[in-house]
């Protein structure tokens, strides 16, 4: 079945150090894929997504690229801030006429000023 | 903006109690979620559903049923709550279901006691 497995964290890294986590995934179709961020406190939101193959989603200074080569969808930032501290959860959901978004486990990033 | 709400935050039951979460979406979509979300775990998905009174079971539907009798709300029952339900509950809707963005409520932390 389709699944996602992201870095474990928690991810700790000083202010404009450069960020990335990992997010590699199955499917059998051709999935749309996500990355959701999760504020202490609150839902999930939407960050960025990427719905075919090379697509690079971007938002907020965040990117991703959809590789389906290597079945991947990284999220990286160049230089983060105190204030992108949360959780971030990659995510797909199969186009293949089901209703299901199967969601990684959470890797929380702490960003010390 | 789409905006979902989830009547409670916060909940303290007792072990047997009868539990009503509700959800409530804005934006006229068809289709609505009930996740859970435990440490480690990251979400899963308890019921699902894409229209007034039709529901499927998620990959985690044992203990709960769902209600959806307008299309804007999306209610959980714990028929019968048990402390492995304490968890975080998360609600969240889109409007076509394996493809779009999914907006999330904040989330409702429940202790069960």
């Known amino acids: 079945g389709n699944s996602v497995t992201q870095m474990e964290g928690p991810v700790t890294l000083s202010e404009e150090a450069f960020l990335t986590i990992n997010c590699t995934y199955t499917?059998?179709?051709?999935?749309?894929l996500f990355w959701y961020v999760q504020y202490p406190g609150e839902g999930l939101q939407l960050l960025l997504k990427a719905t075919k193959a090379d697509d690079k989603g971007s938002n907020k200074g965040f990117e991703a690229t959809y590789r389906k080569e290597t079945t991947s969808f990284h999220l990286e930032k160049g230089s983060v801030q105190v204030s992108d501290s949360a959780v971030y959860f990659c995510?797909?959901?199969?186009?293949?006429?089901?209703?299901?978004?199967?969601f990684g486990t959470g890797t929380r990033l702490k960003v010390l000023a | 903006d789409v905006k979902v709400t989830q009547s409670s935050r916060y909940l303290v039951k007792r072990t047997g109690e009868k539990v009503f979460l509700e959800c409530v979406q804005d934006m006229d979509h068809e289709n609505m979620f009930w996740y859970r979300q435990d440490p480690g775990l990251g979400l899963r998905l308890i019921y699902f559903?894409?229209?007034?009174?039709?529901?499927e079971k998620g990959d985690i539907p044992e203990g709960y049923s769902v209600s959806r009798e307008k299309k804007e709300r999306f209610s959980l029952i714990l028929e019968s709550a048990s402390t492995n339900q304490t968890s975080m509950y998360l609600c969240?809707?889109?409007?076509?279901?394996?493809?779009?963005?999914?907006?999330f409520g904040p989330g409702t932390r429940l202790l069960v006691l």
């Open positions: 559903s894409y229209d007034v009174k039709m529901k």
């Open positions: 499917a059998t179709g051709y999935p749309s």
């Open positions: 969240a809707s889109s409007l076509v279901a394996g493809v779009e963005t999914q907006y």
């Open positions: 995510a797909l959901s199969d186009r293949a006429g089901t209703y299901k978004y199967i």
